[in-house]
């Protein structure tokens, strides 16, 4: 956002956008939210967009579009083969990444699914700074394993480390000794780092971690689906780059890696994915999974409308106007909250504000789910849809039993110019609301638990009435109030 002071000397985010197409907007009672929590099996994943005020779930998909990207829509080539509308996108996608081949692909898991299908085999190693819970999900499918190496900062709630999702780099060193380079098909990067709080890598780290992969001749893959808000954040926070245009931070980004893929419903503000590939032989190697799994070369399972709005939207991933907006918001909430006394994760990172549950729940054992039952609470406090990312978000170890993740928190993503900030300002007092109440608070047990990706679809019950009391409690506090 641009440097626009106030006279009063408040630091407030300030919008350079103006809002020209809305959505109204409900909240129901908070007895019709205990209700509605429950029907949902308390995951917020089962509600209804129409029963929830402020959907904070993710920045996937849900941000909004610009005129330009709008606009751009209208001139979609819809040819099933040779498209203008794919030449466009691989054009733009070269641009920025400088790679000559793109492959698309319908979403980021997608291109997922077909690099890990391209090049995994059981008993193989995928080094990353933190796994992803479909990039993990992908990787384990095919027999491999996923090695997490990020700093041990990364996993600290609060400190004031900038670059929060770096690799620990004798830990790399360590493991590909430990295991041999012709067991690690790629190191996977990922910008961003999304389960521990939407923490950036430095440019200098991710230097590093190429300089050991061109020694050992690994591949190394970026994961650019949140690469935006890490390009702010070096802007930000790294002195060799503060002066330079983003394009030119994303250029030295680049040309680090041999593959970079991305969600396009985070990366380019639309609906869509794909891979960029530097050399041929990878790009042969992939291909033809394309029409396979996701569509034609040309379209790889996007519609043809999308692809037109993530030209336009990779285009405004480098204007800084554009991608200060979430972490400024993000920021803003955060400290707001902090200010209160609520546990946040510090420094803010990208995609959200990260609520500590293991220090706001610290009565609830990590067996009944603390981060998942604070989502079950400030839905039914506030109307606000947030997402577990903890021990519900993990995969069972082999032999059945939890793996405990090393951060429990309650996710509330900042969709790009979605909400404003007296809606933010909304989130914060209902957040410091229940704060405040948290010993009503209690756990969630399983009723029903799929075997993967659990968190989608598993269906929980709260541990006793604690609900019921919460939502008393509420009524005496707020009165008539929604
Ligand atoms: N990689 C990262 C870092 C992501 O954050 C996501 C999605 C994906 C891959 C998968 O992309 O959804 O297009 O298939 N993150 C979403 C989220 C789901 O809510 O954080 P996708």
Redesign the pocket.
Known sequence: MANVKFHSGRQLPLEMHKVRIVQKLFLPPVEARLRLMNEAGNNTFLLQNKDVFMDM?????VNAMSDLQQSAMLRADDAYAGSETYNRLAAKVRELFHMDYFLPAH????A?NVLATAYLKPGDVVPMNFH?T??KAHITRLGGAVEELIVKEGLEAVNDCPFKGNFDIPRLEALIGKVGAEKIPFVRV???T?LVGGQPLSLQNMREVAAVCNRHGIKLVL?A??LQDNLWFIKQREPECRDWPIRRIVDEVAKLFDIIYF????LGFARG?GIAIRDKADEVRMKELIPLYEGFLTYGGMSVREMEAIVVGLDETLDEDVISQGPQFIEYMAGELHRRGVPVVLPAGG?GCHINATAFLDHIPQSQYPAGALAAALYIAGGIRG?ERGTLSEQRNEDGSERFAELELLRL?MPRRVYTLSQVEYAIDRVQWLYENRRLVGGLTFVEEPSVLRFFFGRLAPVGDWQEKLVAKFRADFGDSL
């Open positions: 779930l993710t920045d996937s998909g979403q980021g898991r997608a997922e992803f479909t990039t990922e910008a961003g999304n994961d689906s949140l969600s396009a419903r985070k994915g995609l997402m993503a």
